[in-house]
């Protein structure tokens, strides 16, 4: 089955830093993937698309300059969120689809990442 | 803009009990998916659904879009502690490149 890596699965930074969470589809190549943000126990709010070999596109409020999206290749996508504030503590989790199975096909998920700004 | 309303939040009920949880919306989607997230770990398919009042039974799980494809609905019959965890329902807009829009979730609770 299709499976998306994502790693770290946890991260503690000082506030200030910049932390990357890398999003690799294993067995599958993905030319668009997709970021979420989760707080606990709510629901996936989509931060971003991020498109193989061009600009990322991001939702409304997103801040471009604060989470920076590089997708350099067809199967690893980087969230990089940069000068982290404790705000910025949460779930952050990518997904991607199967290419060639139709718009209806099922988004797999990694298994995310904790992201604790202290 | 929150475009899929889904009810109730939260749920915590008895072994043995039938539940039903909502996911509604004012937009038509092209397919609506069903995922249950376990804590710590990304959402997995439950079902999709994509033909106005289509029924998908998934052993002790229903699930149903809309005639009209605004709205879905999942019933358990029977509720089991292993079906505790989150539900996420997903809307995916026709020509919208691909992505999900997703509800508020359920967070479902079976005591035994």
């Known amino acids: 089955g299709a499976v998306v890596s994502q790693h770290p699965s946890w991260v503690i930074c000082k506030s200030g830093t910049s932390v990357k969470i890398e999003c690799r589809s294993l067995?599958?190549?993905?030319?668009?993937m997709f970021w979420y943000r989760q707080f606990p126990k709510q629901s996936l709010m989509l931060m971003a698309t991020?498109?193989?070999?061009?600009?990322?596109?991001?939702e409304q409020g997103v801040e471009k300059d604060k989470f920076l999206i590089n997708h350099a290749s067809l199967t690893l996508s980087t969230l990089t969120v940069t000068s982290a504030h404790p705000e910025d503590s949460s779930f952050y989790i990518c997904?991607?689809?199967?290419?060639?199975?139709?718009?209806?096909?099922?988004?797999?998920f990694g298994n995310g990442t904790r992201l604790t700004v202290t | 803009t929150q475009l899929l309303e889904q009810s109730p939040q939260f749920l915590s009920i008895q072994e043995g009990e039938n539940l039903t949880v909502y996911c509604n919306s004012s937009?038509?989607?092209?397919?609506l998916q069903w995922y249950r997230q376990e804590p710590g770990e990304g959402p997995v398919l439950l079902v999709t659904?994509?033909?106005?009042?289509e029924v998908k039974k998934l052993k002790r799980l229903t699930f149903q879009f809309g005639d009209a494809r605004k709205d879905s609905s999942l019933h358990i019959t029977a509720a089991q502690p292993g079906d505790t965890g989150l539900y996420l329902c997903?809307?995916?807009?026709?020509?919208?490149?691909?992505?999900?829009?997703f509800g508020q979730g359920t967070t479902l609770q079976v005591k035994p």
């Open positions: 997904s991607a689809r199967v290419p060639g199975q139709g718009e209806h096909s099922p988004l797999h």
């Open positions: 067995d599958f190549q993905a030319t668009t």
């Open positions: 991020s498109n193989e070999g061009s600009k990322a596109t991001y």
């Open positions: 937009s038509v989607f092209s397919s």
């Open positions: 659904v994509v033909t106005g009042g």
């Open positions: 997903a809307g995916s807009i026709s020509g919208n490149t691909g992505k999900l829009i």
